[in-house]
């Protein structure tokens, strides 16, 4: 027998615990939950919890995808050849069927493996369950909070028992901090959510194809130093046909397309497209049976969102905070594509359509925008991406120019002329000065701009004035619109600086008036 547990052994014919049973005790259910936060923790991939039987005795366990201690542990039975055990009397064990563990116990190897995994020392003292658990000697307790917990064939977590919630806290000291890995440098974060937002026809959707390009490809992406290796790109699509759309944009992007995997839908007993609100688990299985995917893009998000709401905040919320999750894991770059709304007054962070989860949970976003018409009034054929936000890095800008050519690609009925992104020079522009040109300093919008400038600059000749009282003067003056005077400002103005509860205006040192000449001493 190997020590400190119970080996493998097969169950009777009866067992004697259904696999429906509830679990009553709540100091076990408490056990169960420690155990599974455990794993998780140190990212040990595991079954759902399951019934055990061996030898007379009875508990729970965890089935291991790989063994804690040799991923070449495997059976036909059991996915790692490992178990995780919780018995009924609350003592934890470990079995493997490989004579290299048969030494392994639960208290001395297994679970200080897993404390080395996560950087901390795990609690798995069960808490009463009418006064918390006092605290330890060094004032923090770590535990999970705990699900209820019943065993149900067809639920991958259990659920049952409700359980009094204890808090998860980790010391800042216990984490050992990391830097940001990128799929293209200061833009695209591996592991995170980015936003590619723009009004259609302004070639958003071309430029995530030229990445996907890129990425299945190998090769460097625009203004990166360092070449990427090829890997795989998922493809979430859902207003263009793959067939005369996609396809022909990526094979004139350059695509590697043995490494682009389109995702079609989900096979259930009816067929159907993935909905991020239902199948969440799905997308994480693909990606975790492809470590080779380093990119997924979703084009657009809005049509996979299932019943949940674009314009609600907690809904995209509900969405996003698994998926961001999902994306951490499996170290994989997302990018959500998304169309702007159409108030045009607005700022840039404001003019992304739908709730502003979409900008609070991405960690970079990007506007996508086609230039000022020509001087003739025809569209200009030159196009920005310009930072809406980024969380990640001090650049203050890291807007590139791109425009959009076409290529001729073979098919089977003929050359199909196909548009493709050629990427142009970096730029300082700002998503703010694309979309309202008049809040780009010097560039007034409109023949009242001069006029509101000399004004502005006129009252504040004598020195600096609350900002209340220059609108009080406007609106018993000139009478310039709320968007004339911002834009005046802005460009006349320094920084406003406040005074108690007072906002305060005053010129830029270029629009200060000269000092009056010191008259002459002669004669005097």
């Not at 659920?159 to 919630?165: E, I, K, Q, V």
């Not at 390009?213 to 207003?239: D, Q, R």
């Not at 594509?337 to 840039?348: E, Q, R, S, T």
């Not at 098919?411 to 694309?434: F, L, N, Q, R």
């Amino acid at each position: 027998m190997l020590k400190g547990f119970e080996v493998f052994g097969t169950p009777p014919d009866k067992p004697s615990k259904p696999s429906n049973a509830p679990v009553d005790d709540a100091a076990l259910q408490q056990k169960i939950s420690l155990m599974e936060a455990a794993l998780d923790a140190a990212k040990v991939e595991h079954s759902e919890l399951k019934p055990y039987t061996a030898h007379g005795k009875t508990g729970w366990k965890f089935d291991l995808v790989s063994c804690p201690f040799s991923d070449a542990h495997t059976t036909q039975t059991i996915p790692g050849g490992a178990i995780v055990i919780i018995h009924d009397d609350g003592v934890f064990g470990f079995s493997c069927c490989h004579g290299h563990c048969a030494d392994k116990t639960w208290k001395e190897d297994v679970r200080p493996e897993l404390e080395k995994i996560v950087g901390h020392k795990l609690s798995f003292s069960v808490a009463s369950t009418s006064a918390p658990e006092p605290a330890t000697e060094t004032g923090i307790h770590v535990v999970a909070d705990p699900p209820k917990v019943a065993v149900a064939s067809d639920k991958s977590k259990p659920a049952g028992t409700s359980l009094p919630r204890l808090p998860l806290l980790v010391c800042a000291s216990d984490i050992k901090p990391r830097k940001i890995e990128w799929l293209w440098d200061k833009r695209v974060p591996l592991g995170k959510l980015t936003l590619f937002a723009g009004n259609p026809d302004n070639a958003k959707s071309l430029c995530a194809t030229s990445l996907a390009a890129i990425c299945s490809a190998g090769g460097t992406l625009p203004h990166c130093g360092e070449s990427i290796v090829a890997s795989k790109v998922l493809l979430m699509i859902g207003e263009d046909e793959k067939d005369d759309t996609a396809v022909p944009r990526l094979i004139a992007a350059g695509a590697n397309r043995d490494n682009i995997i389109f995702f079609e839908g989900v096979r259930t007993d009816k067929d159907g497209e993935i909905r991020l609100d239902e199948h969440m688990d799905v997308l994480v299985k693909t990606l975790t049976d492809e470590p080779q995917f380093r990119l997924l893009i979703i084009d657009p998000v809005s049509n996979y969102l299932g019943a949940k709401s674009m314009n609600g905040e907690q809904d995209v919320r509900s969405v996003l905070i698994p998926l961001r999750e999902a994306a951490a894991k499996h170290g994989v770059a997302v990018i959500l594509v998304m169309h702007l709304n159409k108030k045009a007054d607005l700022d840039a962070i404001n003019r992304v359509g739908g709730a502003m989860a979409f900008l609070g949970v991405c960690r970079c976003s990007w506007l996508f925008a086609r230039d000022e018409k020509n001087p003739d009034g025809t569209p200009s054929k030159n196009f920005s991406m310009t930072k809406i936000k980024n969380n990640l890095t001090a650049v203050e800008h890291g807007g590139i120019a791109y425009t959009v050519e076409v290529a001729s690609v073979p098919t089977e009925d003929g050359p199909a002329i196909t548009p493709y992104v050629v990427w142009g020079d970096e730029m300082s522009k700002t998503a703010d000065a694309v979309l309202i040109p008049e809040k780009s300093v010097g560039a007034p919008a409109s023949a009242e701009g001069p006029a509101a400038d000399e004004w502005l600059i006129a009252e504040l000749a004598a020195g600096p004035l609350k900002f209340k009282e220059v609108k009080d003067l406007n609106e018993h003056g000139p009478g310039f619109s709320t968007k004339i005077l911002r834009g005046a400002r802005e460009r006349v103005c320094a920084k406003t600086y406040k005074i108690k509860d007072d906002w305060w205006l005053k010129l830029k040192p270029e629009y200060e008036p000269a000092p009056a000449p010191i008259p002459s001493q002669e004669g005097i």
